[in-house]
């Protein structure tokens, strides 16, 4: 059984693009697969905890030395790490927000990437004491944005910061760069024929993306869309 989580950010809760993909995403997959698991988390109808003075003395107290108060603060996170943990297939929305990602998004990488559960730190490691712990995950990004040119060496690539930012924690959520497909929807502020191929092309390539990662999934069997 493979275990996908399904995560959205967008503020939108209907006519958003992006949710729109990510649903559509888990639909061609279970069409597929319907043994497999589905973990669903929506950071906008349930917002991921800002940082506290709190959750970061609790994070990095060792947990033999948590009081309760500590294992509260972090309650939220070690859920959310638990699915992530669990997760072999991580179906992202995250539309762009200026430029970047929601802060809903940004407040769960924050919950997420956590000393001790998703990486390591270790001074002996000299100038790269820090090293992710998770590995083997699939992250599928399924995004939307209002303008467009923000891919390859589009006219807006300069100002495109979720992709790099998606890339640059993606080892912290297990997912290595050549695991990470993203798929986005342009030109949504323009409503015009070119919003129209885009998405076209964009509901097209989550389908083909869907029928081939769960046709691996087959093939390995088991718990994982990766080759053993
Ligand atoms: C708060 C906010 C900020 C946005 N910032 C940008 C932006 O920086 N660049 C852009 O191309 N579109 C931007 N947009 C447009 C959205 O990316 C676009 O509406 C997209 O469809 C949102 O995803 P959704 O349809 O899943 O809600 C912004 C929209 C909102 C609501």
Do not use: C
């Not at 693009?17 to 109808?45: K, M, T």
């Not at 730190?121 to 083997?136: C, K, V």
């Not at 029928?211 to 088991?222: D, F, I, K, M, V």
């Amino acid at each position: 059984m493979t275990t996908l989580l399904h995560i959205d950010a967008s503020g939108r809760s209907s006519r958003s693009i992006s949710r729109d993909l990510s649903r559509r995403f888990v639909e061609a997959w279970r069409a597929r697969r319907p043994e497999d698991r589905v973990l669903r988390r929506d950071l906008v109808e349930t917002p991921p905890p800002l940082m506290s003075e709190a959750w970061i003395a609790a994070a990095f107290t060792p947990p033999a030395q948590r009081d309760e108060a500590m294992g509260a603060a972090l309650a939220w996170s070690d859920a959310a790490i638990a699915e992530l943990e669990a997760a072999d297939v991580i179906a992202l929305g995250a539309p762009m927000y200026n430029y970047g990602m929601p802060a809903a998004l940004k407040a769960w990488v924050d919950q997420v990437i956590r000393v001790g559960k998703t990486f390591s730190f270790d001074l002996a490691r000299g100038d790269a004491p820090i090293e992710p712990t998770l590995s083997g995950k699939r992250l599928v990004v399924l995004s939307a944005r209002g303008e467009f040119g923000f891919r390859d060496a589009g006219p807006s690539a300069a100002r495109n910061h979720l992709d790099p930012h998606i890339e640059t924690i993606a080892p912290y959520l297990g997912v290595a760069s050549a695991d990470i497909h993203t798929i986005a929807v342009e030109y949504q502020e323009f409503g015009d024929d070119r919003h129209a191929r885009s998405r076209a092309v964009a509901e097209a390539a989550v389908d083909a993306l869907a029928a081939r990662l769960a046709g691996e999934a087959a093939q390995n069997g088991t718990n994982s869309v990766r080759a053993a």
